[in-house]
């Protein structure tokens, strides 16, 4: 809500002129989200320093309901800087920022020593060293500490840039990068955002080592519109030799191949009509669905967005009649018997029991094989031996992982499971073995061998 | 003429073109009642005598009676119906929903029918077409009775018909007028000794012949028995127990259905081929000594039995081998078969015996269903099922269920009369381990006796995903908190909630004794303890481990060791507590820092900064004084914000500095505590705090007396001295406990909160205490999370009723799931 500019460029109150700012006066102007003020706390030739303060009418703010939803009421618009301080600045300081000025045209075009100064601005004092430092500011950003009950510092930080630049380029830079700092915008981010992006990064973005962290977070994470603004980016900048993709015979990644050892577990047992039980987006169904030995595929899964994704990826409405009458989808939850499972010839669980917490392991056991009981079943899941293989790994592979199992673990488990509900199984690795740790996934594949009459 | 027709029937018409079918469908029946082929010829081909699109119109016809007579509603189909495989497509869909068909031929002369049919200008064929017609009637009259109809009424000539009434007939099986009380007896099997000892035990008094033999039973308190077959063989005294019920049916003081072994006896006294096994020949050589008019009474007797009986208002069923809800008051032979064998898979046992098709386990039924025919070593409910036959014939014992008190009675059997084919035990008919999908997904509609709820599909499958990703075993998840609404918006000046709104609201309900509790700013925790340990477990509102068991775990074994007395004192092994755990950052910790405490260390920082810039720019004389007031007014807003978080923290380290403030004592082993007063619950929670005062902490409170003024003026300022040293307020619960309700027996909340006012700043923002925003918030809806907060303590309530009763986990779990699932309504989260 506050940030100021300073210039010690004799006469330091030329900065009136090309902000188009009387210094002696306090200007007001109406923005969408409140009133923005613009003030000079100190007017000499020696130093003048423009203030742009925010007033922010939270309940003007409320009304543009769709970026906040929850912490509507309870939020850090009216303080830290942010999309709101960057549209004020546009709006207040538009000529500036076009590198105009009618009464100083050859100081506007010049590299003055500004200061620049926002007491509030979200994020880490080391990423506004990464965003700043590379267009030539020397960068003081200090955390601002939490109260002493809670210890700490908050995910905020005070933020001083001292560097000799052009005042348009300065504006352009806070323009583009306090929102992509902040992380939150305040309006929807259509498509048009891309030219505003374009348009203040000109010259500079281009060459930006972080360009695409701030056109990702500039568009709001929304993908393809990054996508694009990074394409359009390239254009304005030679490709340079390392760049070029080196003709490196590749790899099959680790979900591919256990895609691969799945669909070979699935075949060797001759299965045809066969269950994804937490299919998650459909990794594995594109895969079923290539293939005609499985007649009858269903998905099912807990979460009905990640359903929503398998439909998307599967192009479901738009498969011919054949192969949709071949795949269908369906909500479930492992922990409960689900009568609609039943008498299929193969389940398979993909990196799934290790996303259920140990406790609730049995109610999913007995569902899937005692309830379900299909002729085969696949069990996928990580071998945390393997983990030391990752660098940089602590704790687990995956936020959600309730647990990761040794092979002995796994091998104990899966002959237990065999035991109780009358199964063989056989264990393997899967993905390239190390010699100590072994395969980064384990596989194990039960066949029924006795029926139990109910 | 008088037409009787069952109360659930499907009625065919039968009669030519212009006999005055649709006039009659008219006269005798509710619109919507009859189906007519010329609406549904003209539904699915825009024209009522499009005779091409016969076929496609009788599809529909059929699926839509078939839907009728799934819910039990009488049928009526207005067609010609002359021909075989018209009237064998009405005669499928009767049988499918096992009810009777009916035929009613209007029969008039074929002239009066083409002069009728000439007359209307939609009737284009020619008169030989009705000449046809007539042909085809004439020859169905004598098919009727062979095609399955079970009543035929043919009224000849338009006077018949004119005068016909109809009169509706209940189904024998209809005896839900029949109230009891009952006491219903299980498999007899010839043990009459044993039937003797059980009725006196029941307190039936008998009455004896001149033989001294017991030929009928009287209750002094007008008590009825029935039941449920299997009265004979194997035993060693068929013909007496014959005797008895006899007389006791023939006097009606019991009730009585046949069971597969009457059957076999009366298929054997008609003189049909039967085997002779399964203790059929001792009952017939016992009756080679009775007299022959005695034997065949007892042939008239079980030919006359009924295979099922409603009783109760729907609410209680009694069929020898059990019955499933949809044969539940339907008469056909499946269900006739049903009720006497059960249904086996095809497959045979070990010993031979067919295996049984587990029905009880899929039950699904209100109706409580009481049945015999498979012995058990105990008689055990299953999804409000009951199998009473305790194999007294084998050496069991005989087992009678007082009804409606659900209550037990039974006596040993004197000796093993007859060596059981398998041991008795209870194969295939123990509820299944954990819980169907089929019981929560989907749009599902709850009656859950407080009240009724519907639970859209959406909002299940966002409950599906919580309980099957995050949540405790549900089966251990026995109940969730309901959410709860904050007292009316104030008007007292300065304040959007205060205790004078809340009273207001609460007498206004009829409550006039309330308790007020200090509402603790933590995390809401339910506990459920017990003396044992085994399935104890602390969960979230929504339904999640606490902590993880590092700390869920020794937590509960201080609650445990801390609650050892009252497993004594109240007569249970376990106990769930309603309690909030404290302080608030020990579970909420993130979300303070980055959120709450975020946004004050911003606050702190940008104003100050702000103010320091306008104190220069005033200082070179430029107008700023306005702009300075408010900000200095945010500067203070932040400040009284922060204070009001902050004074929820409070360092803890692992379980050191974590307290629990119970307030509710929810249940126990077969009991719900909603109905306990709240002094009754918070002197339990005291004596919780006084066992171990570091782990728990007292719930400060203030009983006031709705009608004394003196007593709300004590209670306001007792609030405004809480919340001014950084209490979050208050909650106003009607005294009388949990299951509080109004003049009208409906529920009241079971509390309102009245929050303090610096405490809501971190809820409606640093600045909400300006006047015009106050003024905008007391506009606030509290409707939805009125009518939310209700429905969500009424599901809780009937999920403690149930499984105080014993409820199968199913029935627990779909009211805790459907709790689960009203949380995924929008609703104000301020609220």
């Excluded at chain 2, 404290?582 to 405490?597: N, T």
Aim: some cysteine; hydrophobic content about 40%; overall charge negative.
């Amino acid at each position: 809500m506050l940030l100021t500019v300073t210039t010690t460029r004799r006469p330091a109150t030329d900065l009136g002129y090309l902000l188009v700012k009387h210094p002696d006066r306090v200007h007001a102007f109406d923005v969408p989200t409140g009133t923005a003020y613009v003030m000079y706390p100190e007017a000499t030739d020696d130093r003048c320093t423009a203030a742009l303060v925010l007033d922010v009418d939270p309940q003007r703010l409320r009304a543009q309901k769709d970026a906040f939803e929850l912490s509507q009421y309870v939020n850090d618009r009216p303080y830290a800087a942010s999309s709101l301080l960057a549209s004020a600045l546009a709006k207040v300081f538009r000529s500036a920022l076009r590198g105009a000025s009618k009464d100083r045209p050859e100081l506007a075009a010049s590299v003055l020593p500004l200061e620049i100064r926002v007491p509030a601005l979200r994020g880490t004092s080391e990423l506004v060293t990464r965003l700043f430092a590379p267009l030539g500011w020397t960068v003081t950003a200090t955390p601002i500490p939490l109260e002493a009950e809670l210890g700490g510092d908050s995910r905020y930080v005070d933020v001083r840039l001292v560097g000799e630049l052009r005042l348009a380029d300065a504006l352009n830079h806070l323009y583009i990068l306090l929102p992509v700092l902040d992380d939150a915008k305040h309006y929807w981010v259509a498509p048009d955002e891309i030219e505003k992006l374009l348009r203040s990064g000109a010259g500079w973005l281009a060459g930006h080592p972080e360009k695409v962290l701030i056109a990702r977070r500039y568009l709001a994470h929304r993908r393809s519109l990054a996508t694009t603004a990074l394409q359009l980016l390239e254009a304005e900048e030679p490709a340079t030799e390392e760049e070029e993709e080196l003709p490196v015979a590749r790899k099959a990644p680790l979900a591919e191949q256990r895609r691969d050892a799945v669909v070979a577990a699935l075949t060797e047992v001759n299965a045809a009509r066969v269950l994804d039980l937490g299919c998650g987006g459909g990794a594995l169904l594109t895969a079923l669905l290539k293939n005609r030995q499985f007649t009858e595929i269903v998905g099912a899964d807990v979460s009905s967005r990640a359903l929503e994704q398998a439909a998307r990826r599967l192009r479901l409405d738009r498969l011919p009649e054949r192969q949709k009458d071949r795949i269908k989808l369906i909500q479930t939850a492992l922990t409960y018997r689900d009568d609609r499972l039943r008498g299929f010839d193969a389940a398979v669980l993909m990196e799934v029991i290790e996303h259920v917490d140990l406790p609730r392991l049995p109610a999913l056991e007995a569902a899937v094989f005692g309830h379900a009981r299909p002729t085969a079943v696949v069990v996928t899941t990580p071998n945390v031996e393997y983990n030391v293989h990752y660098e940089g790994l602590t704790g687990m592979r995956h936020s959600d992982h309730r647990f990761e199992w040794t092979r002995a673990e796994f091998a104990d488990w899966a002959s237990r499971i065999a035991t109780e509900y009358g199964y063989a199984v056989t264990v393997r690795g899967v993905g390239d073995p190390d010699e100590i740790t072994g395969s980064p996934t384990q596989l194990a594949l039960f066949t029924i061998s006795t029926e139990v009459t109910a | 003429m008088i037409l009787d027709v069952p109360e659930l029937s499907l009625v065919a018409l039968v009669g030519i073109s212009g006999s005055g079918k649709s006039t009659f469908a008219r006269t005798h029946f509710q619109p919507t009642q009859v189906l007519s082929s010329d609406f549904f010829r003209g539904l699915v081909a825009d024209d009522e005598n499009d005779q091409s699109a016969s076929s496609d119109a009788f599809d529909v016809l059929h699926y839509v009676a078939g839907k009728r007579l799934a819910a039990g509603r009488l049928t009526v189909v207005d067609a010609t119906n002359l021909q075989t495989h018209a009237r064998a497509g009405l005669v499928k869909v009767a049988r499918e929903h096992d009810v009777l068909p009916v035929a009613i031929v209007l029969d008039v002369p074929e002239s009066l029918a083409w002069e009728r049919t000439q007359a209307r200008e939609d009737r284009t064929f020619g008169r030989q077409v009705v000449t046809r017609m007539h042909r085809d009637l004439r020859r169905s009259l004598g098919q009727l009775a062979r095609e399955g109809f079970r009543k035929i009424h043919v009224l000849r000539g338009v006077d018949e018909i004119a005068a016909a009434e109809i009169r509706y007939e209940k189904l024998f099986n209809d005896l839900r007028t029949e109230h009891g009380p009952f006491d219903i007896v299980g498999d007899v099997h010839g043990c009459r000794a044993e039937l003797e000892a059980l009725l006196g035990k029941l307190g039936w008094e008998l009455t004896r012949d001149e033989q001294g033999r017991p030929v009928d039973a009287v209750h002094p308190e007008g008590r009825k028995a029935v039941f449920v077959g299997d009265l004979v063989d194997r035993g060693p005294d068929s013909p007496g127990v014959l005797r008895l019920v006899m007389g006791m049916v023939k006097a009606g003081h019991a009730l009585c259905v046949p069971g597969n072994h009457e059957q076999k006896l009366a298929r054997k006294l008609n003189g049909r081929n039967v085997q002779l096994t399964h203790g059929l020949p001792e009952t017939l050589e016992q009756l080679e000594s009775e007299d022959p008019a005695f034997v065949a009474e007892v042939r008239a007797f079980i030919d006359g039995l009924i295979s099922h009986y409603v009783l109760d208002d729907g609410g209680l069923v009694v069929a020898h081998a059990g019955l499933k809800e949809a044969y539940h008051g339907r008469a056909s032979g499946r269900v006739r078969s049903f009720a006497l064998y059960g249904e086996t898979t095809g497959e045979t046992d070990e010993y031979g015996l067919p295996v049984r098709y587990p029905w009880a386990k899929e039950y699904r039924g209100s109706a409580a269903v009481v049945y015999g025919h498979v012995p058990t070593p105990q008689p055990e409910w299953i999804n409000n099922t009951i199998c009473l036959d305790t194999g007294c014939v084998f050496g069991g014992a005989l087992t009678a269920l007082r009804w409606p008190s659900r209550e037990l009675v039974a006596v040993q059997a004197a000796k093993e009369y007859y060596a059981p084919v398998r041991p008795l035990i209870a194969v295939a008919t123990k509820p299944d381990q954990g819980l169907d999908i089929a019981d929560v997904t989907g749009r599902r509609h709850i009656d859950y006796g407080y009240g009724r709820t519907t639970v859209p599909a959406e909002n299940a499958a966002a409950a599906l995903e919580v309980m099957g990703r995050f949540s405790v075993d549900p089966e251990t998840l026995v109940w969730l908190p309901p959410t709860m609404a904050p007292c009316s918006s104030s008007t007292v000046d300065g304040y959007l909630e205060h205790p004078s709104s809340a009273f207001a609201e609460l007498r206004a309900a009829g409550v006039s004794r309330v308790v007020c509790e200090e509402k603790h700013m933590g995390s809401r925790a339910v506990v459920r303890v017990s003396a044992s340990g085994a399935g104890d477990a602390i969960w979230t509102r929504t339904g999640r481990p606490f902590f993880g068991p590092e700390l869920d775990e020794p937590l509960l074994a201080r609650v445990r060791a801390a609650a050892g007395p009252l497993f004594t004192e109240l007569g249970s092994d376990w106990l769930l507590l309603d309690a909030e755990l404290l302080p608030w950052s020990a579970k909420a910790g993130s979300l303070i820092r980055d959120h709450y405490a975020g946004v004050g260390a911003a606050g702190r920082a940008a104003l100050p900064a702000a103010l320091r810039v306008l104190d220069q720019a005033s200082a070179r004389g430029l107008d700023v004084a306005a702009l300075r007031d408010r900000l200095e007014l945010r500067s203070a807003e932040i400040d009284g914000y922060s204070a009001a978080y902050r004074a929820y923290v409070k360092p803890t380290d692992g379980l050191t500095g974590v307290t629990l403030a119970p307030f509710a004592v929810l249940a126990g082993a077969g009991v719900s505590y909603a109905k306990k007063d709240h002094d009754w619950h918070l002197a339990l929670a005291d004596r919780l705090v006084a066992a171990d005062p570091q782990l728990f902490t007292p719930t400060r409170r203030m009983i006031v007396d709705l009608a004394d003024p003196a007593d709300e003026a004590a209670a306001t300022d007792w609030w405004l001295a809480l919340t001014a040293a950084g209490g979050e307020g208050m909650v106003v619960k009607p005294w009388a406990g949990l299951a509080a309700t109004d003049d009208n027996g409906r529920l009241v909340q079971p509390g309102v909160k009245c929050r303090g006012r610096e405490y809501l700043r971190i809820i409606y923002g640093p600045e909400y205490t300006r006047p015009e925003q106050l003024d905008r918030l007391r506009q606030r809806n509290l409707g939805r999370k009125r009518s939310l907060a209700l429905r969500e303590h009424g599901l809780g309530l009937a999920a403690l009723d149930r499984l105080a009763e014993g409820a199968p986990p199913w029935r627990v779990h779909e009211l805790v799931f459907a709790i689960l699932a009203a949380e995924s309504e929008p609703v104000d989260p301020r609220l």
